[in-house]
């Protein structure tokens, strides 16, 4: 059944009037390439990639370490810009935007990194660096306990366990389940995750990973999974785009990147996970 994703809008705020149906490209880059000054020379860190991120669904991208990708994740966040491409969010050219309408899409798309200490300010409980969050992006303080226990209820915690603590209080997973939730709360349509359950044991990484499965299911939320772990990409993701040396190499559905790989690359990759086949038991 298709299902129609709609956000907020307000164009005096900058942000977006929308409804896309699931399956559409929702963010999509199309020639994007990154080229850093560096001494000595110039590296192509992003070489020509286009890619398509469909409504409701999860694209991992893949690579070793080097070929990318946190570059790509950068310039789609608007985060840093592109040497040429263009980055299309919901069909209007967003490369270069700026100043009130870059703040409605930076709402829009949302990001979670590996580091979940990195974000945190230490001082502050859980509650306080929600609530800011909350107050920096002007909801309403009668609004943000409701939409604060909400958003953990979407990453699986209760108020009771995460509120009151202080960062070094939960575990890793429960940090970056915390990371997310803040992401959620701002009502993204795409939420970005860079490395975002690399420095998990196995255990708590399922765990987040299921919860990113869940989002994109429960809330119609596209996701951007970037990682260097094709196993994590092929048990989460719908459809898998593999990076080498700045280049999409490789891309198809999650079962045809697995069953079907063209290039050697996506072989020696698949190769490190060799029960990847047999226990590819993604949830229903
Ligand atoms: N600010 C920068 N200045 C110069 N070179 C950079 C910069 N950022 C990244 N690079 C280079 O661009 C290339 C791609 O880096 P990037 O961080 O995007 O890779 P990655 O795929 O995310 O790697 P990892 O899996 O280790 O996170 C690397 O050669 C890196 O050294
Ligand atoms: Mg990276």
Redesign the pocket.
């Known amino acids: 059944m298709e299902q129609a994703v709609s956000a907020v809008q307000d164009e005096a705020e900058g942000t977006y009037t929308h409804s896309t149906t699931s399956g559409e490209a929702v963010l999509e880059c199309e020639g994007v390439s990154k080229e ?1 000054s ?1 001494a000595g020379g110039k ?1 192509l ?2 070489d020509d990639v286009t890619l398509q991120f469909p409504a409701s669904s999860v694209l991992a991208v893949v ?11 950068r310039m789609l966040l608007r985060l840093m810009p592109v040497t040429s491409g263009t980055i299309t969010f919901r069909g209007q050219d967003v490369t270069h935007l700026h100043g009130r309408h870059l703040r409605g899409y930076w709402r829009e798309v949302q990001a979670v990194f590996q580091d979940p200490f990195a974000s945190f300010n230490q001082f502050f409980t859980v509650g306080s660096l929600l609530r800011r969050s909350l107050h920096l992006a002007e909801v309403p303080a009668d609004e943000a306990d409701h939409l604060i226990e909400t958003c953990l209820g979407y990453v699986d915690l209760t108020p009771g366990q995460a509120l009151g603590k202080f960062p070094h209080q939960l575990s890793g997973g429960q940090r970056q389940r915390v990371m997310i939730a803040r992401a959620l709360m701002m009502k993204p349509t795409v939420l970005l995750a ?2 975002a359950t690399s420095m998990l044991d196995a255990t708590l990484r399922v765990n987040v990973l299921n919860v990113l499965h869940d989002l994109k299911h429960d809330l119609g939320l596209t996701v951007l999974f ?1 990682t ?1 772990d094709i196993g994590q990409a092929c048990y989460l993701a719908d459809r898998v785009a593999v ?1 080498e040396h ?1 280049r999409v190499v490789e891309r198809g559905t999650t079962e045809a990147v697995i069953f079907d790989p063209r290039g050697d690359y996506t072989k020696r990759l698949l190769s490190d996970v060799p029960d990847l086949r047999g226990s590819l038991k993604r949830p229903a």
């Open positions: 850093f560096v590296v860190a992003v690579g070793e370490s080097g070929s990318g990708k946190s570059t790509l994740a860079d490395e970037i260097h990076m700045g």
